[in-house]
């Protein structure tokens, strides 16, 4: 544990409590992919297995439990209880497309070639391409609301900050992974141009628009 995973987990969570917190009180998904939240609660499912086989710590845990548990209650509200209000005719891209190139990955590029192993790899694969179908449904829609926006902003910065705990632990711990580092590297640069709109528009209190 280090001080760019630990910030970079509250920024993870604060992003889940953000976006819970916006389809509850607003009682509406509306601007939120159901495709990307589906996709979220299989990357946690597949990546938090391990729960069922070895204990690291109350903390890790602690997290893992909260993120599969509040990635499934996002597809409940979406899917069911706040169902009418979802954008499904903008919420259109073919997730299949992301699952099946990281299902290959998976099985080629591995550091073990056991089911759990696998399994860890592949959410690692498509986690960092899970926010494209948001993305593309911010496109499609024009512009974001500032609550949907903090909510990718918090999501984006979690990855980037672990992309610091691998440097850290890189140089002080002499440990890496080059799986998880490119894949963050990969999932980081999909967040530059939001990145850059967040920081010039909606801190400025301007709606944010990404180029269709």
Not at 1 to 8: H, K, S, T
Not at 55 to 72: E, G, H, Q, R, W
Request: glycine letters at 4%.
């Amino acid at each position: 544990m280090n001080i760019f995973r630990l910030v970079g987990d509250i920024s993870h969570l604060l992003a889940i409590i953000i976006l819970l917190l916006k389809i509850w009180k607003t009682r509406s998904c509306a601007g939120i992919s159901g495709k990307s939240q589906i996709l979220f609660a299989v990357v946690y499912t597949t990546r938090y297995l391990d729960l069922l086989t070895t204990y690291i710590s109350a903390y890790n845990t602690f997290m893992k439990v909260v993120f599969i548990a509040a990635s499934y209650a996002t597809v409940y509200l979406m899917y069911l209880k706040f169902k009418a209000t979802y954008d499904h005719n903008h919420d259109t891209f073919r997730i299949e497309f992301l699952i099946i190139p990281a299902v290959a990955l998976a099985l080629l590029i591995n550091h073990d070639f056991t089911v759990l192993e696998v399994l860890w790899t592949f959410s690692i694969y498509l986690e960092s391409v899970a926010i494209l179908p948001q993305l593309f449904l911010v496109s499609k829609t024009g512009e974001a609301e500032s609550i949907t926006s903090h909510y990718l902003f918090a999501l984006g910065s979690y990855r980037a900050l672990y992309l610091l705990n691998w440097i850290y632990r890189y140089y002080f711990e002499d440990h890496y992974d080059l799986i998880a580092i490119v894949a963050g590297v990969v999932q980081t640069v999909l967040y530059c141009d939001f990145f850059y709109l967040y920081i010039t528009k909606v801190l400025k209190g301007k709606k944010l628009q990404l180029p269709a």
